[in-house]
Nanobody, 124 residues
């Protein structure tokens, strides 16, 4: 059974940093793309970043480029999202997801598995 478990969310002041983790288990993810999405109150869930597990190549939403970094640790089967220079508009529930294959990773419909989400709140 595939499980994606996020952790690392919390409350931080604007300009601060957080690192989210997504521990993946239940199968081999080497041919998977891993993504982070977020959903703010009253808004649609949106793409944040993605990484292709085998190559490590990445994609980012324009709103987080230069501030967020997605990475993975093969030994720990874990994906990270390092978030720097946080803004109040980054406040959302952040979700980790896994997609079979490497194309279209900015689209939610591509993803087969989702975590339960972790809350990130950025105060001004």
């Amino acid at each position: 059974q595939v499980q994606l478990v996020e952790s690392g969310g919390g409350l931080v002041q604007a300009g601060g940093s957080l690192r989210l983790s997504c521990a993946a288990s239940g199968r081999t993810f080497r041919s998977y793309g891993m993504g982070w999405f977020r959903q703010a109150p009253g808004k649609e869930r949106e793409f944040v970043a993605a990484i292709r597990w085998s190559s490590g190549s990445t994609d980012y939403a324009d709103s987080v480029k230069g501030r967020f970094t997605i990475s993975r640790d093969n030994a720990k089967n874990t994906v990270y999202l390092q978030m720097n220079s946080l803004k109040p508009e980054d406040t959302a529930v952040y979700y980790c997801a896994a997609a079979s294959g490497y194309s279209g990773l900015s689209r939610q419909a591509r993803y087969d598995y989702w975590g339960q989400g972790t809350q990130v709140t950025v105060s001004s």
